[in-house]
């Protein structure tokens, strides 16, 4: 084998000679040390693709075979090549999907029982906490629930804004980036700064300080017909069945992606300015929950983001009312 | 007698203003209003008084003029249980629906050009039946009744 040679050859000549061995053995540390102690055939190879050598392993007369053999071999030889091989403590989107049993009901004509199972994260499964912080720039700390990828991020409004001053115009660039995490939590923020990434960035942070909870009709469309108006932009939201999609304003697209909304009809009429888009809807998707802002004197005056009622869903009604939002709960 | 309008007008901004309790001239076309009205949550007490104070006592000793019918207004959370409450059929043009209609407008479209009630909201209406002269639209509904649509709150 030619890994005898390379030893012994001198090193001008250990260039030509690695052209010739295949790639896989080229990757293999040719120090000399290790040649001389493992012999003719040595193969140094990852600790994953070795099994141990049990079977037909050649033992001496009078000794006993040993469990695990100094000279390892392939288990596949296309699998040489991978690098490392997927990691079975974490449940994967494609391989580890819900499973969907269907259970025969008993009744006739009755529709036969469906039985979803999720997989559950396996309980020795490591947390990944993401602690690399960015220097210079102080961005919020998310909790290990949110990795920074698992977060809708659109930057929806991004211009240059000038200050006059006495002695000149002064640059800089606005964002508006709204952040959600599709399943019911979204929020916008807003950021100015020199260049267009600053102000991304920091809009980004300000969004993820600015996040609230949207409550749902089946975790995919709003409750009920809504009309908002802010300044000159008024917005005509409609719920709508299982499967519609979103026939929406694109500035709404983004939001309602972002926020985890599947089905809906809007019209924005008036002023179509993007701004105010995002601001209206999102005065609808989280009115419902924050506390009327009427300015107590205490916590400062109320901001014109919070004044609408926004939305609610059946059981805040019901609650309030203290009766079931069914047909005859006034008169029977 | 009055145009509903009065009363709408009047529990509106007595919501608006954190009053605890409103009172009203006592009509019949009030005292039917505000029972659907507490029937389906948005009051927690009707009791009939005087311009000074609720008492029953006190009302049948009371002149007309000085008879009301007071309203305890609720509230949950900081915010008012009735939101608003609009006239539907007003005097410059009365809307009058089929039963057919009414189903129309409680399962979400439109009816005479009035919208589809949303979630939480309810319609007053007004029908000639003299048993059930003041219905909810889904008592209407029941009783395949039409009438005037009077007003709608939420």
Known sequence: ?332 | MPLPHDLCSHVQNGFRARLRRIAVPHTTQNLAILSILLREGFLSTITRGTSVAPSPADWHTATEAQRRIWADLKYRDDRPVLSSMELVSKPSKKIFMEPGEIQAICSGRRAKFVAPLGMGEIAVIRTRQKEHEWVEAREALRLQLGGEVVCRVR
């Open chain 1, 1 to 332: 084998m030619q890994l005898t040679r390379l030893s012994s050859s001198p090193k001008i000549k250990r260039s030509a000679s690695l052209a010739r061995i295949p790639k896989v053995m080229q990757r293999i540390s040719t120090s000399s040390s290790i040649l001389r102690s493992t012999g003719v055939r040595a193969r140094i190879t990852p600790a994953a693709l070795t099994l141990p050598n049990t079977r037909g392993a050649r033992t001496r007369p009078g000794t006993l075979p040993a469990t695990t053999s100094s000279r390892p071999h392939f288990i596949h030889p296309k699998l040489s090549k991978v690098d490392k091989f997927p990691d079975l403590l974490a449940v994967d989107p494609l391989l580890d999907a819900p499973t969907t049993e269907t259970i025969p009901s008993f009744r006739k004509r009755q529709p036969p029982g469906r039985l979803t199972i999720h997989p559950s994260p396996l309980p020795f499964a490591k947390h990944k906490v993401d602690t690399s912080a960015t220097e210079g720039t102080a961005s919020v700390k998310l909790p290990p629930a949110f990795n920074n990828n698992s977060l809708h991020r659109f930057p929806l409004v991004v211009k240059r804004v000038v200050q006059q001053t006495g002695k000149g115009k002064i640059p800089s660039m606005y964002a508006l980036v709204v952040v959600g995490n599709g399943r019911g939590l979204v929020g916008y923020g807003q950021g100015k700064g020199d260049g267009a990434m600053k102000a991304v960035d920091k809009a980004y942070n300000d969004a993820l300080k600015r996040m609230d909870t949207v409550d749902l009709f089946e975790n995919r469309t709003i409750w009920t017909n809504i009309d908002i108006k802010l300044g000159a932009t008024r917005i005509v939201m409609r719920p709508r069945p299982v499967g519609f999609g979103l026939a929406v304003n694109p500035y709404l697209h983004q939001v309602c992606k972002a926020a985890g909304i599947k089905d809906l009809s809007a019209k924005v009429y008036g002023s179509r300015n993007g701004m105010q888009i995002i601001k209206a809807a999102m005065m609808v998707f989280h009115g419902g929950s924050a506390p009327q802002g009427l300015g107590d004197g205490v916590g400062g005056k109320g901001s014109r983001e919070e004044a609408k009622e926004g939305m609610r869903s059946r059981d805040v009604i019901e609650r309030e009312r203290g009766r079931k939002l069914i047909e005859g709960s006034g008169w029977l």
